[in-house]
């Protein structure tokens, strides 16, 4: 890194800058999300009802450089390109999210491999134009093992730890109603029964006098 008594500083510099240039030949990187809103209730309702869920990519072809870092010309294609150089490959990696169902777990990190997802290609139908899968198609991520490392940090744990004191009962929190009991009346109820029956008999004597 130096001789003794000087400053490492300029070949940290140094280093930082070839790793950063690494970087971009390798196409590796640190990339930050944050969910908010209705992106957070889905990942939510990914970890309780199917414990991890698809994570989709598309690898893009490199950028060229701007004008001005060709001389102001536009570069010549190239010849013998490789087309998957020049289109999207999609890909997608299943992550599993199992260690969030547990309660109070807030962090997690795994490592997720991708594979390549079918080329859509449309087709004429009677019906109209589809999109339909190739049946067959080149794997672009599995022979190179292409991986995503993930970290995920939740604010709050989406299962929370159950609850160290007693839940209050019901009349704790709401006062229970006192009701009224009425007296029971002999009176009314057989004055009721009397009027019950009288109809009763009404009823049956127009009935039979209607047939006879």
């Not at 969030?100 to 009677?126: D, H, V, W, Y």
């Not at 190179?144 to 604010?155: A, H, V």
Request: charged letters at 30%.
């Amino acid at each position: 890194m130096g001789a003794p008594g000087e400053s490492a500083e300029p070949e940290r510099a140094r280093l930082e800058a070839e790793i950063a240039e690494v970087q971009k030949q390798t196409m590796v990187g640190v990339s930050v999300c944050e969910k908010q809103g209705f992106e957070l209730i889905e990942l939510e309702e990914a970890i309780k009802n199917d414990g991890g869920c698809w994570l989709k990519f598309m690898k893009l072809p490199q950028p060229e450089a701007p004008p001005e870092d060709k001389g102001g010309k536009k570069a010549p294609p190239k010849k013998g390109q490789n087309p998957d150089d020049i289109k999207p490959i999609f890909g997608r990696a299943w992550v599993d999210l199992s260690d969030l169902q547990k309660p109070g777990s807030n962090n997690t990190m795994k490592r997720a491999f991708l594979e390549t997802c079918p080329t859509a290609i449309k087709e004429a139908q009677e019906s109209g134009d589809v999109w339909v899968d190739q049946e067959e198609f080149e794997p672009v991520f599995e022979p190179q093992r292409t991986y995503i490392y993930l970290e995920i940090n939740l604010s709050s744990p989406v299962i929370p730890n159950a609850s160290a004191t007693q839940e209050p009962n019901p009349d704790e929190i709401v006062a229970a109603k006192t009701l009224i009991k009425w007296p029971f009346s002999k009176t009314a109820t057989d004055d009721f029964g009397k009027q019950c029956a009288v109809a009763v008999k009404a009823l049956t004597r127009e009935y039979h006098q209607m047939f006879q």
